[in-house]
């Protein structure tokens, strides 16, 4: 009978056991809150990088291709650009209106409704022209042997001639073949109040001739656009019009905010700056 | 202490220890992959964003290295390796405005493969417009030199008259042209219409009058087709006028030497009696004869010299036929053909 009542627990080490066990249960308990915390900040952080890293790709990929004169809106929230959507040569006319051109794909290759216009080269800049492709389609019927009759070698990319029209009504001259032409798209960016998230800012997305797209939810208040004029080297917030045109640099201030849920966690807020220079191919 | 029931105590706090370490284990193990998965996330978006980058940068530097490199005919695709990618260019006649100026469109795609991931290359494409400038060399006479006087001796002739007599070719049949012409002074035996001329503006004059891009032609990375050698003739085909370049100083033309295309000679030009050509011949200098040398040789083309400053020596007694012959000239030229990027017509294709 002794060694069984040696074989059970004394009050006092059930007692020791329960205080331990409820410290040890504490520690971990506290661990895993802490560890949690940690993760979730952790979250916040990397959907706040997600989102100014997102903002910077999607403005840099139009900055970068941005032609010359083709910022339209240079203010600290707004950011208007005209960017290529294919340049070709005109390989043949067709009368004063009608022109032929090659671009890669054909216009199969092209999103047609981004169309916003047409621009003209000349030696120094581009001529612009608002026109959405319906005013700029003309039959394609023909175009390439028409270009093939002038010279140009078709072979293998007969499908990619097609033809533009209302040439001789857009430009102060008329184009003549030979000439470059570029169709655009102009796209407004702007950081104004989430329609997704009424606390957030999000950075908008608008194409001409569609309706505003918002990109990137998630964005701080203080995101916005800078730029540097030719000759200076300070950024800032807005170019009069008449100083758009010698803008050599944009600086996107992708700050993001990421709202803590719950739990008494303070917001997350990750500053992504960069500065884009125009025109890095000629 | 060592009784059945602190053992059973022992164990038991074993058991609860062992759990909880099993548990910390896969706590921390969760922790570390999720951790891992991010930063191998991040590492990846960051290493193709580079790559994409670099890969830009390939495009556009294969445009610029294609047209910086290009004369004569128009491949319709090169492949250039750089960086660590490879970039192909083709090329697309789009309008001729003339003869001699056509319109060209560039595409370079670019790709830079990580050795990682080489199924999964970052790609980018760069198009560009390009005048093609062909036969840029105005036939303006059949002998051209800085120097400030020079003699045609009686064992040569500076003759701008068309020696293409047979009209056989494109280009030929063309009306006579200068016989010869220096900075100072020009005497001799020299023919055409007219037979001589002065240009006082010097080297740059005549650099800029012949269209030459003596600086591009010169310089050692300028690819040309035979570098310090001569091909045997017989090998060239009929229709070809390859790019010859000598480099040296005060080099000396040898026997053997006839052969035909345009011969771009950096240093000081001394013809012998065996050097023969057929095109065009630019020289940075002419100078003397080769010692000795009585006269003989010949130019069936053009001789053009002193391009790089004033020709040095500054007399020049010439003792070789230079004879305009429009068709050599005109074949010649057509390999000195060269692109002009058209400005503001470079862009990333997207």
Redesign the interface.
Known sequence: MV?AA????TLV?TLIALVL?TF?IGL?THA?LV?NSY?ST?TLQ?EAQDNA?AAT?LLG?DI??V??DGIVTAGARTLTLRT?I??????NKAGAALGDV?T?GGEAGLYTPTVAGLAL?N????EYAIADWSTLNGSDAGSASA?AS????TVG?SAEFHRLASLSSLFSTTPA??D?VMLFRETTYSFELSALDSVSTALYRTPRGFAPLEFVTGMDSTAQFQYRVAGTSTYVDTVPSASVASIDAIRVIADARKRAASGGLSDVTFGLTTNITLRQ?? | MTGYGTRAIARGRGGFVLALVVFMLFAISVAGAAGYLIVASEFAMARYSSEGGEALAVARAGIERFVGEHSGTVPDTVSYAMGDGVVVVTTRKLAETDSVTHLYTLKAEATVADPRTPATPARRVVTAQAILRRRPMPHLAALITSANSVTVHSFGDADGVDHNTAFDCVGGGASSITGGVARGAISGVLNGSPSSEIWPGGWDAIRDSIVARWDVLSDPDFPVDYENTLPPLGTIPADSFPLVRFTGHNLTSTSGDHNKGVLIWVGELRPWFLFNWEGIVLAENIGEPFLGFLGGGSVDGMLIGGLNADNSPSSVEIRTDVRYHSCDVYRANESLSYFELLPNTMFEAR
């Open positions: 060694g040696r074989s059970g627990f080490e066990s040890v971990a895993f560890q993760y952790q990397a890293r790709q990929l970068r291709t032609a010359e290529p294919a340049t070709a040569i005109i390989c090659q890669p080269r030696d120094s800049t581009w270009c002038a010279g140009a070698d990319a073949i030979g470059v191919v000629r």
